[in-house]
């Protein structure tokens, strides 16, 4: 009796191996990535992104590569482990498959590359991981800077907003003895 009970037991322990969430898998919370508290689930992206924090070059799982973010200046970097792909259609839906080097992957303000891979086996100008896919708005749509008007923000006009208010209704005697 005991033989079948172990070899079930061992049976859904296997399967739950084989299950195991990867790096770049969606999430809600960081259980969904491992109960082993050795991966989180950055909520920040879209549909959750299972990932590692703060690794440390070549220390990624085997589907991952350690990528730094903003690391210039280098007090502002934080490094994550970021799925590995080949093409669009190794990521998941809603992500996209960028090198460092790509353009989307560029600050417009300054031209330099916003994240780049760490991994010391690894070229870091075509290493390529998943990101979540930017929705751009075309600068045609997007009102200049100084010459947005409220009707352009979405919120009204006021005429005369008066004397600004904390919302308390009550009266101070100038003249009252406070103590001092």
């Not at 904390?166 to 103590?179: E, F, H, N, T, Y």
């Amino acid at each position: 009796m005991r033989a079948p009970l172990f070899l079930a037991a061992a049976f859904v322990g296997l399967l739950s191996v084989g299950c195991a969430p990867e790096i770049g898998d969606g999430c809600e919370t960081s259980i969904d990535c491992s109960v082993n508290n050795d991966r989180i689930c950055d909520i920040s992206q879209p549909g959750g992104y299972c990932t590692v924090r703060a690794c440390d070059p070549d220390t990624c799982p085997e589907e991952g590569t350690c990528v730094e973010w903003r690391y210039d200046p280098d007090r502002t970097s934080v490094t994550y482990c970021m799925k590995r792909c080949s093409d669009d259609g190794d990521c998941r839906g809603g992500y996209q498959c960028l090198a460092s080097s790509d353009p989307e992957l560029v600050d417009l303000s300054t031209g330099s590359p916003i994240a780049r891979v760490v991994d010391l086996d690894r070229d870091p100008d075509t290493t390529k991981f998943c990101v979540a896919e930017a929705t751009v708005t075309p600068a045609a749509e997007t009102p200049d800077s100084g010459t947005s008007t409220p009707a352009d923000s979405g919120t009204e006009s006021v005429d005369d907003a008066g004397t600004a208010d904390a919302g308390l209704d009550m009266s101070v005697d100038p003249d009252a003895d406070l103590g001092a």
